[in-house]
């Protein structure tokens, strides 16, 4: 290869990076592109057709929507679901927040770290492994803390799964495995937080509570508030919990406790498709305007 030839070629190149900049980084975000498109935005727009339409692709307007909300197990799943969630984002709002301040606070690094790695092993059984092991820890038969369950007087699987218990069993559950991650993350965004700013509020005389109340949580709030968005998303889809206790209980549980198992029964046992995606829809509808109301009473996406 010539010398002209190489000073074209590194023209050319010059050329294509002016004319197109960020190639780089579309080039790494195109393979999550192409994935959002086949799982995410095609299986969305084909559960809007469904929940407007009838067996034969007939528009019907809202009867698919109204037909769900007047299932006489629709309004005692929504209850469910919202007390889930109650429980769910305080726990998780509350600890994962304080269990990263005081990780922050560690002088010995090695322990910091091997109390972050222990908070995230968790992680590793999520979904149905881990409701496997919790149904394992909730039976005083077969439990390694059954001395615990029986002296809070609870001396059957049954008396321990009894409807009431519920929302925080599954709290208990969804936080032992998804906090460990947001603790590595929340950790993280305060390793950002600069030296000089503690430093300062140190010597103003501002002690570990007032330097976290108000400067550290004031500094975390956007990332507070992006776990809130994600945590919200996901405890509105909660399902494998209830549906594997519903059969590991024999139906104590009941198969029909929050909305996506209800919209699992319409769409497998009563084959009706229609309905469950207007279920999945009216979710997606209420998972968008909470993440709206989130984002614009936070400012998340203003300059700091």
């Known amino acids: 290869m010539t010398s002209h030839q190489v000073e074209t070629g590194r023209a050319t190149a010059r050329s294509l990076r002016a004319r197109w900049p960020g190639r780089a ?11 959002l498109i086949a799982f995410g935005l095609v299986p969305t727009g084909y559960a809007i057709y469904y929940s407007f339409t009838d067996d034969g692709g007939s528009f019907t307007g809202l009867s698919n929507f ?3 909300m007047n299932d006489f197990r629709f309004a005692p799943a929504v209850w469910h679901v919202a007390l889930y969630l109650v429980c769910w984002m305080t726990s998780l709002v509350v600890f994962v927040v304080g269990l990263a301040l ?3 606070r560690l002088t010995l690094k090695g322990v910091s770290r091997a109390l972050r ?6 992680g590793a059984l999520a979904g149905a492994a881990g409701v496997m092991v919790w149904l394992f820890v909730l039976d005083p038969a077969v439990s390694p ?12 699987f049954g008396e321990v799964i009894a409807p009431g218990h519920l929302p925080i069993l599954f709290t208990l559950m969804a936080f032992w495995t998804g906090a460990g991650g ?15 700013v503690l430093e300062a509020a140190r010597i103003d005389g501002a002690g570990a509570w007032q330097t976290a109340w108000r400067i550290e949580i004031p500094l975390l709030r956007k990332w507070i508030v992006y776990m809130a968005v994600l945590v919200f ?22 198969r029909d406790y929050s909305l996506n198992q209800l919209a699992y029964d319409f769409a497998f046992l009563k084959n009706d498709v229609n309905t469950a995606a207007a279920i999945s829809v009216g979710l997606l509808v209420v998972g968008l305007a909470a993440t709206g109301v989130f984002v614009a009473r936070s400012g998340f996406f203003d300059a700091d």
Request: avoid cysteine; charge should be negative; aromatic fraction near 14%.
């Open 66 to 68: 109204s037909t769900a």
């Open 233 to 254: 998303a996901g405890g509105t889809q909660l399902f494998i919990e209830p549906q594997l206790l519903s059969q590991a209980s024999l139906g104590v549980a009941g």
């Open 182 to 196: 947001w603790i590595v993350v929340m950790y993280g965004a305060l390793n950002n937080i600069s030296t000089d």
């Open 102 to 104: 005081l990780l922050h």
């Open 145 to 156: 803390v059954a001395f615990l369950l029986r002296a809070l007087g609870y001396d059957s």
């Open 117 to 122: 790695f222990l908070y995230y092993v968790p």
């Open 25 to 35: 980084g579309h080039a790494f975000v195109a393979p999550y592109v192409v994935l």
